[in-house]
Each structure stands twice: as C-alpha cells, then as structure tokens.
C-alpha cells in the first residue's frame, strides 16, 4: 500500500522503513507536519500516518479524502488532534497505536518528579561550572508523600507501580477505576480531594472535552502550597495561564511537563535560531522550578520500535479487511 509519513524524523524512519519492507508497503517519508497546505501532498496514497501535532481537524480531513487516502493511521495512542466524527463522515478510518510501551512515558514521568524533588538540573549546571555550593537544592524524602494520579489506565497504572516502590501514599481519580491498582493499594477519590490532598498531582488522562482544562485557577486553589504538578499527558488538560499565576504567587511547588497546551508549532523542530512568539511558553520556561522536556515521554528504543510494528502492521490489516478492534479510533472513543 502506498502511504504518506507525515512528521518523520531521523529516530523513527529506520524501524518504519524494515517494518514497511517487510510487509510490502511502498512508504513516503517527510518530515513536514500535516496541515491543510501539506495535505496535497498526499495526492495519490491509500493512506496517511501522522504523529501528535499534526492537524486531524474537520478541513484538512476532508482535503485528505479528496487526495485520496482512506486510511489515518495514527503513530500515537492521543488522537485528541484528529476530529473522529468528521472522519466517520468521510468515511476515513482511523487506526491508533493504543499501547507501545506505557513504562516509556511512566518512567520519563517519575525521572520528572525526582529531577523536580532532588534539582539534578540546576546541580548538573552548577557542578560543570565549579559551583559546589548545596544551596537552594533541598528536597525531599518521597516516602510517605501522597500522589495523586489522575488517569489510571495503561500509564498511570506503571506510574502507580514504581510510586509504590517509593512508598508513596497513592490516591487516583479516574472515570473507571482500574482493579491491577485497587489490588496495588491505590485508593479512588473525588477529584477535588486529589486536588487538596496530593503532594505530587501527576496527569495520565487522555485530552478530551471534559478533561480539558482540568488543572485550572479553582482547582489550583484547592492543591497544596507547595504541590508539584507533573503533566505527560496532553498539555489541553492545563490552563497554562493558570499555571503561570500560580506559579508567580508562590503556591506551586514545581512543575514539569512533557507537553504545551500550544506544543504543535514549537516542539519536534530545532527553534534555537528563531523568536520564539509564544509568550505564554516563554514566561514558564523563565522559572527555575519549571521542567519542560518537549513531548519525549514516549522515546525510547522499545517504544519507537513498537510503534512502527504496530503501525505497520495497521496499514496491513487495513488492506485486508481484518483490523484489529482495540486499535480503530472512532467517536465511541469520545467519553
Ligand atoms: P489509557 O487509555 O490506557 O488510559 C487513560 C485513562 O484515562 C483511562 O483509565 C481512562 O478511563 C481515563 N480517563 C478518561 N477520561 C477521563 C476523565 N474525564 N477523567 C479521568 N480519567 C479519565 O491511555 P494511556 O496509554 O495510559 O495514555 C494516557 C495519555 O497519555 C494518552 O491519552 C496520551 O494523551 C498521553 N501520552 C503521552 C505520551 C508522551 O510521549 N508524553 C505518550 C503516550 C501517551
């Protein structure tokens, strides 16, 4: 099958590039986001495969119908970028990778806290220049701290594991609530208790209207002086500005996030030569206890890996009329 790769980078074209042989597929591999200016390019593929900043909205869907693809096929388990029901009005299906590897992400998240907790970032920087002064570094001890884990699917189940070996307390909220952590010890709550009792609020839901915003100026004031707040989810579940006041007052502790509420035209590109024009992104980058890693949660060798197979083997199933169920994304997802 001929497809499109949209957002292809240097890391991920080796492991799609064998899978695609492979399998026979015939792969067009270009580095620019899909937008609708780049949707022509897809002019002649039976399918598109696109990453978590392209644009999936209603217009450029439908230009990529008219370019003939039939197939979406999502690199990523979010596919909060893409707009289901106008795809299901196309006709357009849409395939997703729902779990690549949830320790990837889990483990990026808890190398977030402990980076945030113990300053490795401002130490790294002090120790090369010859600064061995200790203060302004303390931490302090996770065990017996309380972490509110919001989302306890996939991820958030391995973030409550390796939590559990750190003796935290852990706390969940979460519409379903998951037995493998109800067996771990993790207790369910109310989302407003999360917000007043948690130490560490870490986010693991997906971005969807009505987590959208979910960490906002009223939930903010019910968290802790002093909280940490960690999001690798989707950066739509953050009021950034919110944040950013909080911050200012001195209320929050720390912060570290793997991804932006507006990441799309700022992450996945080297910007170090250029203005950048987000002011809301630079004010948060100016404060010493904010952590921003630019959407890397997911990379790592095994993740990447599982990601092209999966992919892939999407494209062949597609083909032959037999997808697999718990990978099509369609608007039953839209909880
Ligand atoms: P998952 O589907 O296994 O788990 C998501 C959990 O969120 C489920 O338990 C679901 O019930 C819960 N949920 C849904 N709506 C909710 C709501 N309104 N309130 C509270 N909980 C709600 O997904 P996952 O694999 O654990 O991934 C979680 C999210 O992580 C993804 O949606 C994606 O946005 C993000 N992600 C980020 C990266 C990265 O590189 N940073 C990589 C992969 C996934």
């Known amino acids: 099958m001929k497809a499109i790769f949209y957002s292809t980078r240097n890391y991920e074209r080796a492991s799609l590039t064998s899978e695609a042989e492979r399998h026979g597929h015939e792969p067009l591999f270009v580095e620019t986001r899909l937008t609708l200016e780049t949707a022509k390019l897809a002019e002649g593929y039976e399918a598109a495969s696109i990453f978590a900043n392209d644009d999936g909205s209603s217009k450029v869907l ?5 370019a003939g693809v039939r197939l979406l096929a999502l690199r990523s388990a979010g596919f909060n970028h893409v707009d289901l029901r106008e795809a299901e009005r196309l006709n357009l299906t849409v395939l997703r990778v729902p779990a690549y590897s949830p320790h990837a ?68 909220f979460d519409i379903n609530q998951n037995p493998q952590c109800v067996k771990l010890g993790v207790e369910y709550a109310a989302l407003d208790d999360l917000f007043r009792l948690s130490d560490i609020i870490t986010f693991h839901c997906p971005l969807t209207p009505k987590t959208h915003y979910m960490l906002n100026e009223r939930t903010l004031s019910l968290t802790k002086r002093g909280v940490m707040i960690i999001n690798t989810s989707r950066g739509g579940v953050i009021e950034s500005k919110a944040l950013i006041a909080s911050l200012k007052s001195g209320h929050i502790g720390s912060v570290g996030l793997d991804v932006y509420e507006e990441e799309a035209d700022l992450f996945f590109q080297d910007l170090s030569g250029t203005a950048l024009l987000d002011d809301t992104f630079v004010r948060l980058m100016t404060f010493p206890n904010v952590l921003i890693t630019a959407h890397q949660g997911f990379l790592t060798c095994e993740a990447v890996a599982a990601i092209a197979q999966v992919t892939i083997e999407n494209l062949t199933a597609f083909q032959a009329g037999a997808v697999r169920e718990e990978n099509q994304v369609s608007t039953e997802l839209l909880v």
């Open 62 to 66: 439908r230009a990529l119908q008219k």
């Open 105 to 172: 992400v889990a483990e990026h998240t808890v190398g977030l806290m402990l980076t945030l907790n113990r300053k490795y970032h401002r130490a790294y920087q002090r120790v090369r220049e010859q600064n061995f002064s200790l203060e302004g570094l303390m931490g302090f001890d996770m065990k017996g701290k309380t972490a509110g884990v919001i989302g306890t699917g996939r991820i958030g189940e391995v973030v409550c594991r390796i939590l559990k070996g750190f003796d935290c307390k852990i706390i969940a």
